[in-house]
């Protein structure tokens, strides 16, 4: 029975009375620590009775185990003739000799059994997984320790054969030393220790695996090596190795690792930046680590960072001088830098540009005027550009000059009651003092006078007014500043209307129209002809009334009159036109209208194209008459892959009119459109135009938006109108709702008035006085709602 160590019952055959035994013997019993011991000591000869005791190690007699009591050492009978001594739990402080003791005729015999303990051989230093490295020398340890030296044997699971001391192996204390290791290495290796005196064994089997130092196949960073700033980014290590190798991350850096920010956070094998930082630039090492070894390896990181325009001044020059404007910016990579003039350009040879780098990640941009002058003022844009993005900034080039006229001499006319404003407009930086001078000969004293006044009061930049038609003559403005100064001559004449007109031929005649070429005057004493007027009417009417149609026509616009009968004599004439007025009528010249014939050919509208895009309509030229054209025939087809599709035309008979309407046509549709004016007598040539319908705008509000909106704008302006009748009247809902809320109020406190204490009526007071004294019987809070009288104690 495991756990117990049962010695032989030796039986003494006794020859005399009441002894259970005659002699003594010892007995040696070798058990190992944590078992438990058993021994039984028998009386054969009960006749005159047992008289039997157990002693321990210590000599001290064992007891049997008292009821709720527990002992590791204690004794016990099993029957009327069999005392036995139990111990529980075997360990170096229980052994001893164990005696059996027995009396007889005065002499004392024993059983003596002496318990040795001993421990049990056992495994030190002895991991049941182990690993060694690839292509090395590697060693399984294997130590066992026990009361005696040990023995110990090797075996590889499968193999039967026991390892010993050759080429590939050898056995020491400390463990199995492998040369050479290789994968085959691999596997369960059992190691045996045994105690030959004792016999005892032990085995433990070890799971050896072949473990490869660690080996970083890659170190990358994602997106790449030049992350932007503000992104986020990752660097990422893969190693190779059995067991699979830890990772751990640094930046390598010249400051103290106290002192560094670290500004990522591993997971797993990378780090992560949440959003990359201009510090985080650097070099970063990947440490990858396992039992077997380390491996590094390191990867460089810019962060790219957008440009900045560090400097972009404003400039202050003297026309004349030297001056630069400079733009510098960092960023990396190296912003590319430009400057441009938000003016008219130009070929001035006196600018000239430069560029320079006073680090990697600086460009500085100069350019410079080697003679500035007025032109070169104004904005100047600063463009900084890298593969990150662009900034972009603007500066003034002040020029100071001195003043400066688009032209020195001008002439200005004037006449009966009209005002003239004498101009002195220049430029001038800074701003200049206005000087007036007037030159004229053979005036009045008085007009004299009234010239220096006005000059007097005039010493700015507001033009000089001139009302006196008399104060013709040469005027002198002079602009003077710090730089300079310049002079402009003003001739102030008198203008006269345009004289008559001489030189008119007709060009173009039809049934219904005219027109006319007309040359103005030579010269004119005045202002510049801005247009012609001309009146006309048939030849049979111009002698009857004084009443005649009149046409007038911009100096730039086609001489043309229309709607005229076919067939018919005209007389008319002509009178040019300035600012000073209408000249004289000319000569008066005769013309006989054709006899009625075709409709002319259509013409397009000016803006065709452009209303076509914008308002979808077809617009034309209306016809000189409606004598001329009945109606109009449209033919319209749609053009696909640049082919006029003729069996998709359709064709429409128009009213006289100036317009047609596209909203049937097809959108994102180019169509061919042919336009035929008609009348009795026959058609026009036609007149053609190719144009591209647009699609139709999406309506940024719903239908049902529109109405939700409709709906609140009434009902805001109800409640409005509401709010002012109950301002105006005291009248609307608002007002009732407010005055019947009051009224109720009201009501409700008189109803709780039961002896009238609220009304305001003297004689109801009266009668609640003691006409002896005046006292009040009863008095009533208006505020508080209570009555107190003579005898209350409120």
Known sequence: MDGYAWVTIIEIFLTEGNACFTSSQVEINKIKTGSSFYQECRCDDPSSGVNLIWLDANNKTILPLRPGTKSNVYSEWLD???????????????????????????????????????????????KENQYVISGKDGIITCEARGENDLLIKWHKEGEELEITDDEKYKVTPEGLIIKEITKEDEGVYKCSASDLDTGEGIDRDIKVEVIATPSIKELVAFPNTTPTLGES???????????????????????????TNITWQQVGNRIVFD????????????????????????????????????????????????????????????????????????????????????????????????????????????????????????????????????????????????????????????????????????????????????????????????????????????????????KKIIHLQEGFTPPAINNVTITKITSSSVTFSIEGPNEVNGPDVIGYRSEYDEIDNYNITNIHLNRTWAKDRSFKLDRLKPNTSYVIKFAAINDVGNGPWSNIFNFVTLDRSVPNEPDWDENVEQLVASDRVLKWKPADSSDTVEFYTLKYCPIYDGLI??????????????????????????????????????????????????????????????????????????????????????????????????????????????????????????????????????????????????????
Request: proline share 4%.
């Open 275 to 486: 959003i990359i930082q201009e510090e985080d630039s650097g070099t970063y090492e990947c440490i990858a680590t396992n039992r077997a070894g380390i491996s590094t390896k390191n990867i460089s990181i810019e962060v790219f960072l957008p440009p900045i325009i560090t400097e972009f001044d404003n400039v202050t020059a003297v026309e004349g001088s030297t001056t630069q404007i400079v733009c510098k910016a960092t960023g990396i990579p190296t912003p590319q830098i430009s400057v441009t003039f938000l003016g008219e350009e130009s070929e001035d040879q006196s600018i000239v540009w430069d560029k320079k780098n006073p680090n990697v990640n600086e460009t500085e941009f100069y350019l410079s005027f080697l003679r500035v002058n007025r032109t070169h003022e104004g904005t100047y844009q600063c463009n900084a550009t890298n593969e990150v993005g662009s900034i972009m900034e603007e500066m003034q080039l002040f020029v100071l000059y001195p003043p400066h006229f688009n032209t020195s001499y001008e002439k200005v006319w004037a006449w009966k009651d009209k005002s003239i404003n004498l101009s002195c407009e220049h430029q001038s930086n800074p701003k200049a003092v206005i000087t007036w001078r007037y030159q004229g000969n053979e005036i009045l004293a008085t007009d004299l006078l009234e010239i220096n006044r006005l000059m007097a009061d005039k010493m700015h930049s507001n033009p000089l007014i001139i009302k006196n038609k008399t104060l013709y003559g040469i005027y002198e403005c002079t602009a003077r500043n710090e730089f300079g100064e310049a």
């Open 80 to 126: 009327k003739h069999t005392y036995s001594v139990y111990i529980s739990n075997i360990s170096k402080s229980t052994s001893g000799a164990y005696k059996c003791v027995t009396k007889h005729s005065g002499q004392t015999y024993m059983l003596t059994y002496n318990v040795e303990a001993y421990d049990p051989p056992y495994f030190v230093n002895t």
């Open 645 to 794: 599709a003729k069996s998709l035309c359709e064709e429409e008979q128009i009213e006289p009119t100036d317009e047609f309407q596209l909203n049937k046509m097809d959108a994102n549709t180019t169509y061919y459109f042919e336009l035929v004016a008609q009348n009795a007598l026959g058609n026009s040539s036609a007149v053609r135009i190719t144009v591209t319908i647009p699609a139709e705008e999406e309506p940024t509000l719903s239908s049902g938006a529109i109405a939700g909106i409709a709906i609140l704008v009434i009902f805001l302006c109800l409640v409005l109108l509401d709010f002012l009748l109950l301002i105006w009247r005291r009248q609307g809902i608002i007002a009732s709702c407010c005055y019947k809320k009051t009224n109720k109020r009201e009501v409700s406190i008189n109803s709780r008035d039961k002896k009238g204490l609220l009304k305001e009526n003297p004689e109801n007071i009266d009668k609640l006085k003691r006409p002896s004294n005046g006292h009040k019987e009863y008095e009533y809070n208006k505020t508080t709602g209570a009555i107190t009288g003579k005898h209350s104690s409120v």
């Open 233 to 259: 980014f990752y660097i990422e290590c893969l190693a190779s190795g059995v067991p699979h190798p830890e990772y751990t991350f640094r930046k390598i850096s010249d400051m103290d690792l106290a002192e």
